[in-house]
């Protein structure tokens, strides 16, 4: 008899789907994916409320004066977002860095509202083998500045010899 051709999509479907069963396990698919999506959407919906709420424990802890003060976290972005008013420039500036040095903050999106504006400080970024010293040796001219720096990173810093690298610090203007 030798070899007998066929037509390879024709007859019954032993071998895989028939194009019913690939429809349907298509829109199988499909529902799973959108219920993965409501499921990851709704984890992380819940992750933002707890990383907000967590954030503004830190800043309430620290008894800032601040008057409707909103916390919004986007982990999609690593973003926090401040809302809300405070007294006094150096209050915005220390609330701003308390939330934005923490894990996972990438970002922080100031929207808060002096109620006395003052000149802004300037922000630094400690490197491996900064000392409070060295950074005001760097800003200010003089070493013995280094108060100064501390002084306006409280109650943030603890101790002017306990900062690390990729911390970010207020630099007051004009010490």
């Known amino acids: 008899m030798g070899i007998i051709d066929f037509v390879k999509d024709a007859g019954s479907s032993i071998f895989g789907p028939s194009e019913e069963q690939k429809a349907a396990a298509a829109a199988a698919e499909a529902q799973?994916?959108?219920?993965?999506?409501?499921?990851?959407?709704a984890v992380l919906a819940q992750l933002n409320q707890e990383t907000a709420a967590k954030l503004t424990d830190v800043v309430a802890?620290?008894?800032?004066?601040?008057?409707?003060?909103q916390i919004e976290?986007?982990?999609?972005?690593n973003r926090a977002?401040?809302?809300?008013?405070?007294?006094?420039?150096a209050?915005?500036?220390?609330?701003?860095?308390?939330?934005g040095n923490n894990q996972g903050v990438a970002q922080v999106d100031d929207q808060l509202v002096v109620a006395s504006p003052e000149p802004e400080a300037t922000?630094?970024?400690?490197?491996?083998?900064?000392?409070l010293s060295k950074i005001a040796k760097a800003q200010y001219g003089d070493p013995m500045k280094y108060p100064v720096i501390?002084?306006?990173?409280k109650?943030?810093?603890?101790?002017?010899?306990?900062?690390?690298?990729?911390q970010v610090l207020r630099i007051p203007p004009n010490a």
Request: aromatic fraction near 10%; avoid cysteine; proline fraction near 4%.
């Open 61 to 69: 802890g620290m008894g800032f004066s601040t008057d409707k003060l």
């Open 91 to 99: 209050d915005r500036e220390k609330i701003v860095l308390l939330v």
């Open 73 to 77: 976290f986007d982990a999609s972005q």
């Open 150 to 153: 501390f002084e306006a990173n």
């Open 155 to 166: 109650p943030m810093l603890k101790d002017p010899d306990l900062i690390y690298p990729g």
């Open 123 to 131: 922000y630094y970024t400690v490197v491996k083998g900064d000392t």
């Open 81 to 89: 977002i401040l809302r809300g008013s405070v007294d006094s420039q």
């Open 32 to 41: 799973a994916s959108a219920e993965a999506d409501a499921n990851y959407k």
